[in-house]
T-cell receptor, first 113, second 115 residues
Framework: GQQVMQIPQYQHVQEGEDFTTYCNSS?????IQWYKQRPGGHPVFLIQ?????EVKKQKRLTFQFGEAKKNSSLHITATQTTDVGTYFC?????????????FGTGTSLTVIP | DGGITQSPKYLFRKEGQNVTLSCEQN?????MYWYRQDPGQGLRLIYY???????QKGDIAEGYSVSREKKESFPLTVTSAQKNPTAFYLC??????????????FGDGTRLSIL
């Protein structure tokens, strides 16, 4: 079946270090979304990537969609304690009859002050 | 403010009991979703609905039921057939624009535990 895998599952970094999470799909994706969930909170939409090789930036966050549209990455430069949370990627269903997404397992980021 | 409201925030279920989780949105979104999140895991889709009076099973629909009688409301019932219901339940909604995927907006969730 369709799968969206994320690595690593957990990441601890010192404040100021960089962080990257990777998302891999077993099938080609028409687009990919990224969400952030703070501890005890709910997922919040960050960004959507649509084009092959697309790169988008949001301040210290850089999102990339692979050329083959089967993988994506989120890179955070110079992490801050406000970056703590779990980052999920989500890819649309193959059937795509509506707006159904498969969420990755997430990467939990801990930032040590 | 527009948003999604889930209630209750915490819920306890006894053996053999059905419980219903509420989800209401005032964003005028067509699509609504229910996800289950277990500790340290991602979101798994239970049910989703694109239009009133219609809904589709997700990957883990067994032991759950839903209804969509109004555009704003998408309640989830956890039945006694769901043997491991302890989890964090998230409701979401989104617009539908043809085949273009839209961001999902989430409620604050309901934590369900077994007594």
């Amino acid at each position: 079946g369709q799968q969206v895998m994320q690595i690593p599952q957990y990441q601890h970094v010192q404040e100021g270090e960089d962080f990257t999470t990777y998302c891999n799909s077993s099938t080609t994706l028409s687009n990919i979304q990224w969400y952030k969930q703070r501890p005890g909170g709910h997922p919040v939409f960050l960004i959507q990537l649509v084009k092959s090789g697309e790169v988008k930036k949001q301040k210290r966050l850089t999102f990339q969609f692979g050329e083959a549209k089967k993988n994506s990455s989120l890179h955070i430069t110079a992490t801050q304690t406000t970056d703590v949370g779990t980052y999920f990627c989500a890819g649309p269903s193959n059937t795509n009859t509506g707006n159904q997404f498969y969420f990755g397992t997430g990467t939990s980021l801990t930032v040590i002050p | 403010d527009g948003g999604i409201t889930q209630s209750p925030k915490y819920l306890f279920r006894k053996e053999g009991q059905n419980v219903t989780l509420s989800c209401e949105q005032n964003l005028n979104h067509d699509a609504m979703y229910w996800y289950r999140q277990d500790p340290g895991q991602g979101l798994r889709l239970i049910y989703y609905s694109q239009i009133v009076n219609d809904f589709q099973k997700g990957d883990i629909a067994e032991g759950y039921s839903v209804s969509r009688e109004k555009k704003e409301s998408f309640p989830l019932t956890v039945t006694s057939a769901q043997k491991n219901p302890t989890a964090f339940y998230l409701c979401a909604s989104s617009m539908l624009r043809g085949r273009s995927n839209q961001p999902q907006h989430f409620g604050d969730g309901t934590r369900l535990s077994i007594l």
